[in-house]
């Protein structure tokens, strides 16, 4: 792996195979009595965060804790940076407290990139999702629970996603997870369509390597899984659609829409849900359903990074495994 994770983009297909089964011997560590590893004992992770988060932000601090890291959480609110401090003296200030991996999410794209690339510190930065760009954690957890859910745990490692169908549904426009889905999916081998109305596709979509429909009831039959994103309100400052009834009735997935997936295939969803118009109550509390999963199984994946980042680059627990090597 390099030596930060800033994009689903910059990871190689044995990258990936090595991180997700990584994160499989890390998902044993939560079925212990002691839920933790000395691994990385001594080592500081911050957590940057200068947009407002639970899932992730408390996903990275359980799974740094389960290493016996020490954290140190840092918010926007309430900090130097709400007076106008700037990102490269915050930077240099985390520096001097000799943090070893930062992991950051910012509302500006590119962030991360330039805390990792400026020389302000010397540790490993992770994005926790940056503006509209990328969520490469995320994007990792779903392919973790992807592969769990459609093939099992121990099934071919690495080459279960190849040829599946995976679906992703809605605000793709404002969507860093979408974009980060699409990289890595497709690096793992699986096909990517992107369903959303005219509005809400990105500019250049053409040239990422997934297919687009608009037509999200001619797709659902021949998907092994299907990804519901939020409609990010807060980040439109136009009409993109009618009203949000609309929406729901073109692009909504209900229970009469799930009906015409295959039986095996699964619902997912990077939360927080808007209930009743990217996915019904119904839907979201279906057995087909992996939003909670997702959540636990971000743990598994956060350790598996924050390991091999700054642990090392062999697995954590020693044996023999593929490499998803063809």
Known sequence: MKRHLISAADLSRDDAVLILDTAEEMARV?????????????????????????????????AAKRLSADVINFSAKGSSVSKGESLKDTALTLEAMGADAVVIRHHDSGAPYRLANSGWIEGAVVNAGDGTHEHPTQALLDAFTMRRRLVGPDAGLGRDLDGRRITIVGDVLHSRVARSNVHLLTTLGAQVTLVAPPTLVPIGVEHWPCEVSYDLDAVLPKSDAVMMLRVQRERMNAAFFPTEREYARRYGLDSERMARMPEHAIVMHPGPMNRGMEITAEVADSPRCTAVEQVANGVSIRMAVLYLLLGGAEPAVAGNRTTGEQ
């Open 30 to 62: 939560a079925d212990r009595p002691i839920k933790k590893l000395p691994t990385l004992r001594g080592r500081t992770v911050v957590n940057l965060f200068f947009e407002d988060s639970t899932r992730t932000r408390i996903s990275f601090e359980a």
